[in-house]
Every structure is written in C-alpha cells, then in structure tokens.
C-alpha cells in the first residue's frame, strides 16, 4: 500500500524480536511487514510504548541487519482467508499455500487469534465417535467436540495411532461432512509425510487441510501454525457444518518456541523455563474444540505431544492435561512388550466419556464394564508388583486369575491391528470376556442383570 | 452501598502510553483513587487501576486488549470496581467482572466480543415486592424492609446497606417494582438516603457483619467419605487439591449438587468451558430431593473459564464471595465452590510478572499467601448486621503441577483451610471415586460438629474413629503385604485387610451418577458405618477363635454388602437394619457350627 509508512529506525535485534523506535499509532498485536531487500517477511506486535514497539518475527530474524530493514505496520490483527476449497491443499506454518497452486480466492478472512467462547453458548459434547480401537472406544471413549490428546514419549507410535483414529473414525459417518485437518509444528519431513500419504491411501486427502512448520522452519512460525489451523477448522464447522478433526502435533516443540521467544523478552520464567503463562496460552489453543448452539458442526482436537523422558509431571503434559478432556497415554512398558496401540490402562482418561455412552449411545452397561476393567486391571498392577517381590508361586490362587486376566487384557482387549477397525459391540463383548476370567463374586462395579446378561461362566473346565 | 442509579464523580480523562499484555500505562489520570474502574480506548475496555506511580497509572485490563495505542484515551468516573447485588443473581451465569454471558451471547453470538457492556440485572423485570416495616420506622443497617420471591426456592430480603441509619419516611406499597424504582426513603443524619432493590458494591472490600461465631453444624454434603470421615461445618473453608484426572471438578459437582445449603455460588475459574455447560445444562434439570426444585434455582455461576482474558479471572474469585456475602447478610447458608485457586494464583503471576514485581517461590508474588489467606478469611458463620445467622463455607479446588503438593499455592492454602481432601492419583486411576484419599486427608471441625451428630446417635464419633482405625491399620499392614504378600499375614490381619477393603468398595466409593448411591443421607451412612462394623467386632471373634478368612467370605450375606449403597434408597434404611440382622444371625450360626458353642 503506497500510504504506509515505512520506519527504518530498528533500535535493535534480539532473538525472535525487532525493536522498532520513534513509532506512533501502533497497536497491541498488529500485524508488521517487515523488509529486507526483496524478501517481505510477517511480525506482530507484542508491546507498544509511545515511541517504541516490540515486533515478533514469525519467520525469525536470520539475515536481518539493523541498517537497511524497512517495516510497515499494517494497523490490523493476523488474518487469513479462509474457504472450503482449502480442502485437499497443503500450506505453510502461517497458513500461505506451499504446493505450488495459487492462494485460495475468496474474500472470507478470518483474525487467526479467534475470541473466547461464550461458556453459555457452547453445547455439551455428547455423541460417540466410534476410532474402532478397543482401548479407546471402550474405556476412553472419544465425544464429537472433545479435546482428547495423546501423550507419548519418543520412538512410540503416537503417529500410527492417530493415523488409524482419522482413517477408521471418517468411514463411520459418511452421511455427514467430516474432515481433518492437520498441523505439524517442528516435526521431521517423514512424519508429515506418514500422514500425508497415510490419508491419501485411504482416500480422505481431498477432504483434509495440511499446514506445516516443519523443523526447518523458523521455530517462532511453530507459533501462529496451530492458529491458523483451528482457524479454519472454525470456519469449516461453524460456518460450513462440517465434523472438523484437528490433529496438531507436536506440542511440546510449540511449548519450546514459546519458552524461547519468552526468554528473548527477558521474562521471568517459571517451570522449567517455560512462562507463567503457558497455561492461558495453551489453552487459547485447546479451548477452541467443542460444539456450539445452534450449530451442527464440531471441532474435535487431538494434540499429540511427546512427553520428555516419558516424564507425565513435565509442564508440557502436566499443563495440557489440566486443559484437555482427559489424555491417552502411551506407555513404554507395553510398548517394549510389543503391544500396539500401547494406550496405558489406567493413566487414559476421557472426561466427557460419561455423557457419551450408555444405552442409546453405546450400549447400557458400557460405563460398568469400563469400571469394572479399570478396577480390576488397577489390581492387576497391585499383584505384578507384589510378584516381582514374592514370586508368581507364592501368590493365593485369586491373584493367580488377576494375573491372567492382567494378561489376557493386554494381548487381547488392548492389542489389535494397524487397520483393525472394531464395531462398539465386539469391543464391549471382549471386555466382557476378559472379566468372565475372574469370579463373579470379584465383579463389583458391574450390575448383576449384566452379569447374568454377558458374563460367560467357565464351563468348559479351563483349568 | 451507592444506589444503582446515583450520579457518579465527574469523569477524569487520561491517554495510553504504553501496553504490555493486559497491562497499560496512563498518563493524565490526576485524582484517580487505587482499585478504580477505568474506560481503556475507543471500545471502552474495563480495566482497574493497580499502581500509582507519580503520574502514571497502571491499569490491568479485563477484556482482550488487542489493537490498543498509545495516544488512546482513558476514562475513569472515581467508582471501585464493583458487583450489582439485587435481585435476579440466582440462576444467571456471569464472566469474571460479572457481565450477564446469556446477554452477551444474544447481543453478539457465540463468541465474547470486546468492549460490550451489559447490566448484570435486568433493569425492566418486575419483581413483587412486600414491605415489612412501616414509614415513621426507626431503622439501622441490615434490617430487613421487605421481601421478593426471587425463585421458589429463595425469598430475597430487601435489607437497608450498611452505613445507613435513621428514621423511614417512605415505602412503596406491596406490588411490582423494578431494580430502578425507589423502594424507600430513610432520614439520616446526612440527607435523605433514596434505597433500591439493588445497589453496588466494591469486590474487594468484604460487606460488615457484626460479629464471627464458632461454626457447629456440619454441611451436609451426601457424599460419604466427607460427611463421615472428614466433614466441613457451615461456615468452615476446605480445599481440594489433586493433579488432573483425579477428580476435583466432579467432586466440586457433586458438592454443588447435593450439599445442603440455601445458596450455591459455582466459580469456574480459568478451567475448561465443557465444564460450565455442563453445569448449565445439568442443574435445571437436577431436582433437589428436599423440595422437589431444580438446583439451578439455588445457584450463581460465574464462568471465567481458561481462554477468558486473565485479569478478568483473577477478580472472578472476589465477584463469586461478594455476591456470597450478599445473601448470607439476609441470613441464608451458602457454599463457594472455587474451581480453580491455582489458576486464580496464576493470574496473579502472571499479572505481577508483567509489573516486573520481584517474584518470591516458583515466580509466584510474595503477597500470593496474603491473598489467599483475604480470600478464605472471608468464610464463616456470622451474627449478620440485623441479627441473624448467616454463614459462607468456601471449597476451592487446589491444581498443583505434576501432582505435588508441595507446590506454594497448596503449601499455602493448606495454612488457611480447616479440611483438606488430599485426592489420590492411584484411587482415580482404579476410578475409586471419589478419590479422597483417607491417610492424607484431614479436617479440624470433627469436634465442632460432633454435637450434631450426637443428635442421630452418641456414639457416632467413636463408630466413625473405630472405622477409620481399620483404615489405618490396612494402610500400615499393606505395606507388610507389599513385601510378604497377604497369605502369609495372620489370619486376624488378614481379616482386618478384607474388612478395609470391604469399607473402600462399600462405603467410602461412591458414585454419582447412579440414581440412588448419588445422595447417601446421614442415616444411612451411620446405617451402612454400623454393618461394616458388625462384620468386623462378631467376625473378628470367629477368627481369632480359629476361624480362617474363608469361612467368613463364605457367608452368603457377605456378597451383597457392597450393593446396599447403590441398592437400598435413602427412605428404606430399614433395610440395612434387616441386612445387618441377617449378616448377624449368619455369623452366629457359624459359630455353632464350627465352634460348636
């Protein structure tokens, strides 16, 4: 635009941060122009004093000199254009496209920051998303409009899982519009490629959205990525009505970049380095899933993270978890023993698992039986550790079944193919034959109608 | 209290020169008071001044900021920030600085945008009012004037504010009024004092009572494990901490739901915005089973939830037990479920971090212990200033990171509270709910309320403390199990083991989305206390007679006593009696059979 002005006065540059000085008029969280010879890179204001503002390249300030650097402040928050023919495309961090193809043209654009949604206008998640995977269907089962991440730790196969979850939940609901939309912050090349190639197998490519910050890219665009895709993801649900999936990985590298950007501020830092304010910052990010009155469409959120040295008590999970609506949980123990999806028993939460099943929903003793599992697997896990003590021989002969049952658990009812796609029923009729491995009598959480129902009693002679 | 309607200061104008986040610089504000309510830019942000420095003013904006310049304007009419009190709170939702959400989303849709501004009363609605005291009335502060029938289930007494003393000239007949009529005239000393049906009051000034008492009567919750094991009084404080996936939120639900006071204020602070819908589309529906009346008609929600601006959820706190202190004043009984402290102690850093405050441990300021001991001091039972008993128990909900709870905002609570519900990671991963743990947990009111108690039986303290023995004795014999296994503890250990874990699945797990287990009345606690111990006293004679483990499990009463929570509604508890006299005779025929007494 030929009436900007253009300032050259940098004060100086810190990290991510241009100090821009004698500026007037500028305001909190605008959007900055910033050139340098040809090159036009993106900023933002994150402080304005009456002469001076603190500009966040998102593109990083590699190549910058103070001398010779013009910038231009645009007088108005990030926004991006946002339609359904995004659908099938790939983009980059800050949402600009990268397959080579033009910029979508419409003339719907959309501030990346989104607002805060009014509490009374949201609706209560209730409907049951079937990923046909039996850890997570029966015992931490998905809702439309849920935010459900995973937690992982390094070399476990938190891509895999996702992979299967967006493939198998689409098939179910072709009657309705559903999409995914994917955001890959700092990971490698071939990760983004997996799930690339992964919905292009099975046919969902053209109905999903790509936006990579890949770990070559400057580390502050990991930023503004999430952003821009819940954005669309919010125009896709809300004004399109479609059932919107977004999987943002990895977060703990969001979680770094804004570890970094806050100590080039010079602020205080609180755990580990991170800032005081991850909490509200991530949930800005997280909060955005749900449903809305009025509406048809929904945004469901799976952020995967990896968990440093598997640490759970790390701010980045510990933090996440106090956001989202429960967690799945990879565990190391089961995945060295070969069993996938290694989704740990008894850590794996859905919160808004209650309101979703049950008759009408699931099935009616859907909540028992993932009770009594939970319940049952947790004495398990009492009865191994009293094991590696004792030895298996000295056990009484109860916790001699606990143990198979624990056994029968894990290979059977937690363990399944890459492309196994279980129905909700043969889910909940597994459960119901790993508890007929214990007696009745143990069988505490479940009602004794389902048990004269489902439990199969050993007729057979086992043992 | 300043009348809703009355002519503020004349307004003093002042310009941005710097913004920070949330915080702003202004210049120009000359006269303005600490804690004032300022106007920030062309949008009219609320904002609240925080720090005088010279002729700057520091002020902490509620609303999302973004876009503001320096060379803004700034407004400030001299008026603390303060909440509407009046008729029509109970059942509405309001953000942090108590703006009507419902109105919000009708002005501008599902999304809070910046800059509205609404009356968290609605001015136009009729209220039937009656008056009680009659013109030529020697009236003080506090007294009652008259009655509305705010919903079914509470009548709000239209009380005189405190500081307003004299003789009545005038009160409006018995009929419909507005929040902006004036009700009544009062002749003081000054002038004549024009009352409303509503009026202001500053959040963070605690509303005067005449004196503090001694709480005695214990909040009936329905929830076992408290009502028993660890009770809160009415007008005692209690913190709930817990890392995530432990169950804080449900429990705070369940207290909202069944807890018997007269008012419930449910602040949602800086948590998840599910979690306020669900609250608001379950309570209408939820019936109390006293009186037959959805619980909404009790409640005020006030919702700050995560993604809401972060000073906003740092007054959501003080909005939520202002409001609190306004209906215990008219003498009711109510209960502040805070959900979350951490994150309120959060924004408090956050915000004293952009002041450049020296932070004391893990960034936190040094006034964090201060303020939360202001927060919880504003709990209790008083003798309200027209006389009456009025009390305010306040359960805020505890998140410390990674689960530790030597973190400094519990560390600290843990030195203001009186009951502490240790939530317990391994309980809530068996989805043992709810998931209180029994060793960590502690409450100081057992003595207070034992009286009341004592009124259902004399002996219920030494019942209740026998049951927690055997609790006690489980979690020191479980560390000799770990180590050598059960089978090889004597068999009166043994026993005593079963028992415990007969108290956990039988008593102390509850759940509460089952119809009848939800709500457990006192009686049946006392009911449900006294089978477990039969068990325990008579079987522990068996088997300390001879008897193996074995032949107690076999009894075939034995089976049921875990379903007679969930089985067995509040009004048939004389069918604990039955069972209990059933289990009795069983243990008895035992006896002479194996014994052959």
Redesign the interface.
């Known amino acids: 635009m030929c009436c900007e002005i253009e300032y050259t006065t940098i004060g100086g540059i810190s990290g991510p941060l241009v100090f821009v000085e004698g500026v007037?008029?500028?305001?909190?969280?605008?959007i900055v122009e910033i050139r340098d010879g040809e090159s036009l890179r993106i900023g933002q204001t994150l402080?304005?004093?009456?002469d001076r503002a603190v500009v966040q390249v998102f593109e990083g300030t590699s190549g910058l000199a103070v001398k010779g650097m013009r910038v231009s402040f645009v007088g108005?928050?990030l926004e991006i254009p946002v339609d359904r023919a995004m659908l099938g495309r790939v983009f980059d961090g800050l949402g600009r496209p990268s397959d080579g193809y033009p910029q979508v043209v419409t003339d719907r654009r959309m501030n990346v920051?989104?607002?805060?949604?009014?509490?009374?206008?949201?609706?209560?998640?209730r409907d049951f998303i079937q990923t046909g995977i039996s850890a997570i269907d029966g015992m931490n089962t998905l809702i439309r409009?849920q935010k459900l991440p995973i937690f992982s730790g390094s070399g476990m196969p938190h891509n895999l899982i996702a992979a299967q979850i967006a493939r198998q939940a689409m098939i179910l609901s072709e009657e309705e519009e559903f999409t995914v939309i994917f955001a890959a912050m700092g990971v490698k090349f071939d990760v983004a490629r997996f799930f690339i190639d992964s919905l292009e197998e099975s046919g969902v490519l053209t109905h999903s959205a790509i936006f990579l910050s890949l770990a070559d890219a400057p580390s502050i665009e990991r930023l503004i990525t999430p952003k821009v895709a819940l954005t669309l993801a919010e125009h896709l649900a809300?004004d399109e009505g479609m059932h919107v999936l977004v999987i943002l990985t990895d977060m703990t590298n969001y979680c770094e970049s804004l570890r970094e950007l806050s100590s080039s501020r010079g602020?205080?830092?609180?755990?580990k380095g991170y800032p005081?304010?991850l909490?509200?910052d991530l949930?800005?990010i997280y909060?955005?899933a749900?449903r809305?009155?009025?509406?048809d469409g929904s945004i469901t959120q799976m952020p995967i993270l990896t968990m440093p040295s598997d640490d759970i008590?790390?701010?980045v999970p510990?933090?996440t978890?106090?956001?989202t609506?429960?967690?799945i949980v990879l565990e190391r123990e089961l995945f060295n023993k070969g069993i996938y999806p290694p989704i740990a028993g008894?850590?794996s939460?859905s919160?808004?698992m209650?309101?979703g099943i049950g008759e009408g929903r699931t099935r009616a003793d859907h909540?028992q039986v993932?009770?009594q599992l939970?319940?049952s697997y947790?004495?398990v896990k009492r009865i191994r550790?009293?094991a590696a003590?004792?030895g298996e021989e000295?056990?009484?002969d109860l916790d001699k079944i606990y143990l198979e049952f624990g056994n029968s658990f894990e290979e059977e009812f937690l363990s399944q193919g890459e492309n196994e796609n279980r129905t909700i029923e043969e889910t909940l009729e597994k459960g119901w034959r790993m508890l007929s491995i214990l007696p009745q009598?143990e069988l505490?959480?479940v009602r004794?109608e389902d048990i004269d129902r489902y439990y199969i009693p050993s007729s057979d002679g086992g043992d | 209290m300043v009348s809703a309607t009355e002519t503020r200061n004349a307004p003093i104008e002042g310009k941005v020169?710097?913004?920070?986040?949330p915080i702003v610089k202004a210049a120009g504000l000359t006269g303005v008071k600490m804690f004032d309510i300022a106007e920030v830019g062309s949008d009219g942000l609320i904002g609240e001044v925080i720090r005088l420095l010279g002729p700057v003013a520091l002020i902490q904006v509620y609303e999302?900021?973004?876009?503001?310049?320096?060379?803004d304007k700034v407004i400030s009419e001299g008026r603390p920030l303060s909440v509407l009190l009046g008729p029509g709170l109970i059942a509405n939702?309001y953000d942090g600085i108590q703006r009507p959400?419902?109105g919000?989303?009708e002005q501008c849709?599902?999304?809070?945008?910046k800059g509205v501004k609404l009356s968290a009363l609605d001015a136009q609605k009729q209220w039937t009012f009656t008056p009680s005291a009659k013109p030529g009335d020697e009236v003080a502060e506090g007294q009652i004037i008259g009655e509305i029938e705010e919903t079914p289930l509470v009548v709000h007494r239209v009380l005189i504010p405190p500081g307003v003393f004299g003789r009545l000239e005038n009160v409006v007949e018995a009929g419909p009024r507005t929040i902006e009529d004036v009700i009544y005239t009062v002749q003081t000393k000054t002038g004549l004092y024009e009352g409303k049906l509503a009026g202001y009051w500053p959040v963070r000034m605690a509303r005067p009572v005449r004196s503090k008492k001694k709480p005695f009567i214990p909040l009936m919750t329905g929830q076992r494990i408290i009502d028993t094991f660890f009770p809160i009084a009415r007008g005692g404080t209690a913190a709930i901490p817990g890392?995530?996936?432990t169950g804080k939120t449900m429990t705070q639900h369940a207290l909202a739901k069944w807890c018997n006071a007269d008012i419930i204020i449910y602040i949602?602070c800086?948590e998840?915005?599910?979690e306020?819908?669900?609250v608001?589309?379950e309570f209408p529906k939820l019936v109390d089973e006293r009186n037959g009346r959805p619980l909404i008609e009790r409640t005020v929600m006030i919702?700050n939830?995560?993604?809401?601006?972060?000073p906003a959820r740092e007054v959501s706190i003080y909005t939520g037990v202002t409001i609190a202190e306004f209906y215990r004043d008219m003498g009711y009984s109510v209960a502040v479920m805070a959900d979350s402290t951490s994150?309120w102690a959060?924004a408090l850093?956050?915000l004293s971090?952009r002041l450049g405050d020296m932070?004391a441990e893990?960034?936190f300021p040094p006034y964090l212990a201060t303020r939360l001991a202001e927060f919880y001091e504003r709990a209790g039972l008083v003798e309200t200033l027209s006389g009456a008993d009025g009390d305010i128990s306040i359960i805020g909900a505890v998140?410390p990171?990674?689960?530790?709870f030597s973190e400094p905002v519990t560390q600290h609570t843990s030195r203001f509270v009186r009951c502490f519900w240790a939530l317990d990671k391994?309980l809530a991963?068996?989805?043992?709910y709810p998931s209180i743990s029994w060793v960590d947990s502690y409450t100081e009111y057992l003595n207070d309320i034992e009286g009341w108690w004592r009124e259902l039986d004399e002996q219920w303290l030494v019942i209740r403390n026998e049951v927690m023995n055997i609790l006690l004795e489980d979690h020191r014999l479980q560390q000799l199990?770990?180590?050598?296994?059960?089978?090889?503890l004597p068999m009166f250990q043994q026993f005593t083991l079963h028992v415990a874990e007969m108290i956990k699945?039988a008593f102390l797990q509850q759940n509460s989305?089952d119809p009848i287990d939800k709500y457990c009345s006192p009686e049946k606690q006392l009911k449900l206390l006294k089978v477990i111990l039969a068990l325990y006293e008579r079987g522990g004679v068996l088997v300390k007679a001879g008897l193996t483990l074995k032949d107690i499990t076999d009894l075939p009463s034995l089976?049921e006593m875990?379903?007679l929570k969930s089985e067995i509604p509040n009004n048939e508890t004389n069918r604990i009696d039955e069972y209990r006299e059933r289990l009795l005779g069983e243990l008895e025929l035992l006896k002479e059979q194996v014994l052959g007494v």
Do not use: C
């Open positions: 007037r008029g500028v305001g909190l969280g605008e402080e304005v004093d009456e108005r928050s920051n989104g607002l805060p949604v009014n509490p009374w206008s949201r609706e209560y998640p409009g809300f602020e205080i830092p609180s755990r005081g304010y909490y509200s949930a800005s909060e955005r749900g809305l009155k009025g509406f008590s790390h701010p510990d933090l978890g106090y956001i609506e429960g967690q008894l850590p939460l919160r808004l209650k309101d909540a993932a009770a939970f319940a947790a004495k550790s009293l003590i004792v000295e056990l009484s009598e505490y959480r004794r | 020169i710097s913004v920070n986040g999302d900021n973004t876009g503001l310049k320096p060379g939702i959400l419902v919000i989303s849709g599902s999304y809070i945008e890392g995530f996936g949602g800086g998840r915005g599910n306020m819908t669900d608001l589309t919702a939830t995560s993604n809401m601006p972060v994150r959060e850093r956050e971090s932070p893990e960034g998140s990171p990674g689960g530790d391994t991963d068996a989805r043992h199990v770990k180590l050598v296994g059960a089978d090889a699945n989305f089976s875990v379903r």
